[in-house]
């Protein structure tokens, strides 16, 4: 391999840390950039990007490299917080990482990086890319339980050319293991699981400064009012925590033991403000056959042929095998089983084996 200049995307994190040191140990010349995404509230006790620059700062020192302090923010309330906020306001669930990545870390911060006179960038995603016939594929990470392909789905021919996941071959523990060896001060620090910029704020108390709330009636299969919701865009499909009715009975409820079933939220009413809530996970009104997504995105810069393909609708889960029907407007998936609480809004990423070959945002689902 040759000797490239990188620009590593340090987040203060193990496996960005990591990934700048396999990089410096196979010769590359690497420079580590701190990105700076968010700033109405960063002194908060929540907004860990003081503490996550320092953090990123001591590791470029253990290392050997140079640290630049980049701030994206204004490009972030453009291109990704603004969107966000249209999303909920219209009743869907947005995936802002999937988002950040394709406008922030792959786009602004690439440019960015180019600018220094980088070959190539490189981040601490579990990703892989691999040059095959001329084109660029996206492949899971190797580690099933790390592997974050589904976010950086959006990625295209150009970016994924000059982007290196060094940490996307390694299982976790060995990153951990690997962080610990080298003396990195941040070997032991818990991954983040906060949205990219909300980081571990309380999320409804976030949303409430920039939504407006109002209230309106929870409402269950047959229409009887069980209690008060605190604004429509504050509930998710799926939702169970928080919705302040776990002690009402459903008595005529299904499949016996319907008293102790737990409630979810089943679809939003926009037309009458409501929300509608079924008891038990395995409740019809939560199970999807079928799903539409608009807003394509294809790695390879086209649509893959219509057959069959794996998919997931969230990230946490296994591939479900679908049937793809793409079309210009937007691709169909016809699930072989039933898919848990399709929520408009989210991504639909769709695979071929390990290959991710991109997807778009679901835009409505069909109950099986």
């Known amino acids: 391999m040759h000797k490239q200049r990188v620009v590593v995307g340090l987040s203060g994190g193990v496996d960005s840390a990591v990934s700048a040191w396999l990089l410096k140990q196979q010769g590359h010349e690497v420079v580590g950039i701190f990105m700076k995404n968010w700033e109405d509230d960063d002194d908060s006790e929540y907004c860990s990007s003081n503490v996550d620059f320092v953090d990123a700062a001591a590791v470029a020192d253990v290392i050997g490299i140079e640290i630049e302090h980049v ?72 580690d099933p339980l790390k592997d974050q392909s589904y976010f950086l789905h959006r990625l295209n021919q150009a970016q994924l050319a000059k982007t290196l996941f060094p940490v996307g071959e390694l299982p976790k523990t060995e990153v951990r293991r690997l962080a610990e060896e080298i003396g990195l001060p941040n070997a032991k620090k818990k991954d983040s699981t906060g949205i990219c910029f909300i980081g571990e704020r309380p999320f409804r108390e976030f949303l409430n400064r920039y939504l407006s709330h109002e209230p309106g009636p929870i409402v269950d299969e047959r229409g009887r009012t069980l209690g008060q919701h605190v604004g429509l865009s504050f509930y998710t499909l799926g939702q169970r925590q928080g919705l302040g009715i776990g002690g009402v009975k459903d008595k005529k409820a299904p499949r016996g033991g319907g008293e102790h079933l737990p409630w979810f939220v089943a679809r939003k009413d926009l037309d009458r403000n409501a929300l509608v809530v079924v008891q038990g996970h395995e409740h019809p009104w939560l199970q999807y056959r079928r799903l539409v997504a608009d807003d394509l995105s294809w790695v390879a810069g086209q649509a893959p042929r219509a057959g069959g393909y794996g998919a997931k609708t969230r990230y946490r889960q296994a591939d479900a095998a679908c049937a793809l029907d793409p079309s210009p407007a937007g691709l169909s998936l016809l699930f072989a089983q039933p898919q848990w609480a399709v929520t408009p809004g989210q991504s639909a990423v769709v695979y071929d084996g390990e290959v991710c070959l991109g997807g778009g945002v679901i835009a409505s689902a069909e109950l099986a």
């Open 71 to 142: 701030n994206f923010a204004a490009e972030y309330k453009d291109r990704v917080f603004a969107e966000f906020l249209r999303e909920y306001q219209a009743g869907r669930t947005p995936n802002p990482d999937v988002l950040c990545n394709a406008e922030i870390k792959f786009k602004a911060f690439l440019d960015h990086a180019m600018r220094l006179g980088a070959e190539k960038i490189a981040t601490g995603h579990y990703a892989r890319v691999r040059e095959r016939d001329g084109r660029h594929e996206l492949l899971k990470g190797l």
